[in-house]
T-cell receptor
Framework: GAVVSQHPSRVICKSGTSVKIECRSL??????MFWYRQFPKQSLMLMAT?????????EQGVEKDKFLINHASLTLSTLTVTSAHPEDSSFYIC????????????FGPGTRLTVL | DAKTTQPPSMDCAEGRAANLPCNHS???????VYWYRQIHSQGPQYIIH???NNETNEMASLIITEDRKSSTLILPHATLRDTAVYYC????????????FGGGTRLMVKP
């Protein structure tokens, strides 16, 4: 199956700083990438959908100026959490899909963000 | 996308079959049934999907009722490593069709 990587796998930062998380499709070109957030003991919640070269579409309640998404190439999308606060601490997961693969979604391993 | 209903938790003895049910009574004709699982602190892993016929792969079998209003994921010989949260999701296949995760079923495989 297709492989999606995320970097870093774990990050701890101070309140007020910004953190960038990378999502890469390693062996296929992803026309669409999705970003999810998961709080402890809860399900995955979709944050935004991004298509290569276009602005991301954010779900209701997700602040686009706080969670900056860049999908500059068919293999890379980044999520930047700006001015992070402790309530942003969560597990962030990306997924990538390709029209050539019948739009199946392949998930990354996730990034654990802890804001002190 | 149609909503799904799953039991919040289930136990299964190691080596026995695990049968995980899912109700999706509002599924539309062009929507597929997908199953993913999430082992603790990892990203979701695709298991299987189907439209109306039963499907089988190396991981599991998917049984879809004739009216497509419910389905069952079967892990034929559960192992301790199958302990995870299992998500049943229905979605179409158009580009951008997102996966909407419900609460899932927390399967605990016990020795």
């Amino acid at each position: 199956g297709a492989v999606v990587s995320q970097h870093p796998s774990r990050v701890i930062c101070k309140s007020g700083t910004s953190v960038k998380i990378e999502c890469r499709s390693l062996d296929f070109q992803a026309t669409t990438m999705f970003w999810y957030r998961q709080f402890p003991k809860q399900s995955l919640m979709l944050m935004a959908t991004s298509n290569e070269g276009s602005k991301a579409t954010y779900e209701q309640g997700v602040e686009k100026d706080k969670f900056l998404i860049n999908h500059a190439s068919l293999t890379l999308s980044t999520l930047t959490v700006t001015s992070a606060h402790p309530e942003d601490s969560s597990f962030y997961i990306c997924s990538a899909s390709s029209q050539r693969a019948y739009n199946e979604q392949f998930f990354g391993p996730g990034t654990r963000l802890t804001v002190l | 996308d149609a909503k799904t209903t799953q039991p919040p938790s289930m136990d299964c003895a190691e080596g026995r079959a695990a049968n995980l049910p899912c109700n999706h009574s509002t599924i539309s004709g062009n929507e597929y049934v997908y199953w993913y699982r999430q082992i603790h602190s990892q990203g979701p892993q695709y298991i299987i999907h189907g439209l109306k016929n039963n499907e089988t792969n190396e991981m599991a079998s998917l049984i879809i009722t004739e009216d497509r209003k419910s389905s069952t994921l079967i892990l034929p010989h559960a192992t301790l490593r199958d302990t995870a949260v299992y998500y049943c999701i229905v979605r179409g296949l158009n580009a951008g069709n997102m996966l909407t995760f419900g609460g899932g079923t927390r399967l605990m495989v016990k020795p």
